[in-house]
């Protein structure tokens, strides 16, 4: 008998399986960890097959040293929907498998406590994906919770970790089971929750595209929060999926109904719920075509403000709340010299420094390095420092200024907290980046 493993790194195309022949009176099934001979070391591996003959020559074929743990690590549906990733992205199989096991530390490994589960069959009836179409996110949690089979694994998909954080006060409040893994966490968080996770002692698992590569034995219900929001595309590192295309084959694989979640649907979301690909829970909104003003025009106007004078228009007849979806926060993108063409970049990660009235400083939003404004260029000397596009701390400004006594000015966005509105008569106008689609009441 031969069993056909994946090393625990990356490899050449074309061998990310490797055959190697069973020990006898040795019991190996997918999904195990062996110890296994390459080159001069032994390494680990995952079993993905277990065969009665192999292609290569008898005498080619090293044996299997070991096996880590007489329990499998990963199920056999997980397996394969690792499997399917690696292939559909052209990702090392071998460099999945790794994400998808607790943190290598041997000694750890080696007193694992595996317990022995049975892994349910994938059901014959097929599931079509759901879009829920809440009024608001308080809504969108609830509608989670009511869908929860808690004698099983529910997993919910954030795009961001300070979502996360959202869910764990919302469970917290309301006095309900939960796990959270991100990637803040530690090897050794890490290391206790897969444990957990593996052994079925948790029911709700929250966290962001790190809790797809988790070992489930019994899923049956996937949420996706908010798919239209970008951080759900992995963009960093091979592979890049989105998240709901994972989740689609997550289900798939493991005969578990997946929902998707969101005021704002994304426009891939929107075409598959209305076509019927996705059943909709909820009013699928009828979208009319945007409208799109060219600033270029309104430059060659000598309108060199913030509003266009299709979007006064448009504030001067409205009668009910405007939101305008603007996705950088504070006063202006970057500052830089018209003279020399500097421009102010952060020291570490060498993105632009954006500028904020509120503090009067230059902050970087991925490092969160602070620097005083610059009145000459530190290039060249030059006082023509200028500051070049609009934040969401400027349109505040604006709003207040031109629209303060007919509407209230809502910003939401990282800088500040939404917090409920004194009561008023007037119609809002709320300025926000992609924080602000779930904080909205959009019936209102």
């Known amino acids: 008998m031969f069993a056909s493993v994946a090393i625990l790194r990356r490899m050449p195309k074309g061998l990310d399986r490797l055959d190697y022949r069973l020990p006898k009176n040795l019991l190996v099934t997918p999904g195990m960890v062996v110890m296994v001979p390459f080159r001069k070391n032994i390494i680990p591996a995952v079993v993905t097959g277990i065969y009665s003959n192999s292609s290569l020559p008898e005498n080619k074929i090293k044996t299997i040293d070991s096996i880590i743990n ?49 892994q349910n069959k994938k059901t014959k009836e097929s599931h079509k994906p ?86 489930w034995f019994n899923l049956k219900n996937i949420f996706l929060e908010d798919d239209g929001d970008e951080n759900h595309k992995n963009w960093d590192m091979a592979p890049r999926f989105h998240n709901r295309d994972a989740c689609l084959i997550l289900s798939s694989q493991h005969g578990a109904k997946f929902f998707t979640i969101s005021v704002s649907p994304s426009p891939d979301t929107y075409y598959f719920a209305q076509h019927s690909t996705f059943k909709v829970d909820g009013e699928l909104p009828i979208l009319s075509m945007p409208e799109i003003i060219n600033l270029k025009e309104e430059r060659k106007n000598g309108n060199y403000g913030v509003w266009s004078e299709r979007l006064k228009e448009v504030l001067t007849n409205n009668s009910g709340d405007v939101f305008l979806f603007l996705n950088r926060r504070g006063s202006a993108h970057y500052v830089g010299c018209r003279d020399c063409g500097f421009t102010a970049k952060c020291d570490n990660c060498h993105r632009t420094l954006v500028y904020h009235s509120a503090e009067n400083n230059l902050i970087c939003h991925f490092c969160n390095i602070k620097k005083n404004t610059f009145v000459h260029c530190p290039n060249c000397q030059s006082v023509s420092m200028v500051m070049y596009g609009a934040g969401t701390e400027l349109v505040e400004n604006e709003a207040r200024k031109n629209w303060g006594n007919r509407y209230q000015i809502i910003r939401i966005d990282a800088d500040t907290e939404f917090l409920s509105t004194p009561e008023s008569n007037l119609p809002k106008i709320i300025i926000g980046t992609q924080m602000a689609w779930q904080k909205i009441d959009w019936q209102k």
Not at 133 to 151: G, V, Y
């Open 70 to 118: 007489t329990e499998p690590f990963i199920p056999i549906n997980q397996l394969k929907f690792l499997e399917e990733i690696a292939e559909m992205y052209q990702t090392p199989l071998g460099f999945i498998l790794k994400t998808n096991l607790p943190p290598w530390k041997k000694r750890k490994i080696s007193i694992l406590n595996l317990k022995h589960l049975t």
């Open 130 to 215: 759901t879009l829920i179409i809440p009024k608001n996110e308080k809504e969108a949690k609830e509608k989670i919770i009511s869908l929860l089979d808690k004698q099983t694994n529910n997993l919910v998909i954030s795009p961001t970790i300070e979502r996360v954080w959202g869910w764990k006060k919302f469970c917290e409040e309301n006095d309900i089971p939960y796990t959270i893994i991100t990637s803040e966490y530690t090897e050794k968080e890490v290391f206790s929750i897969w444990e957990k996770i593996r052994n079925q002692e948790s029911g709700l698992i929250i966290g962001t595209r790190r809790a797809l590569f988790l070992p």
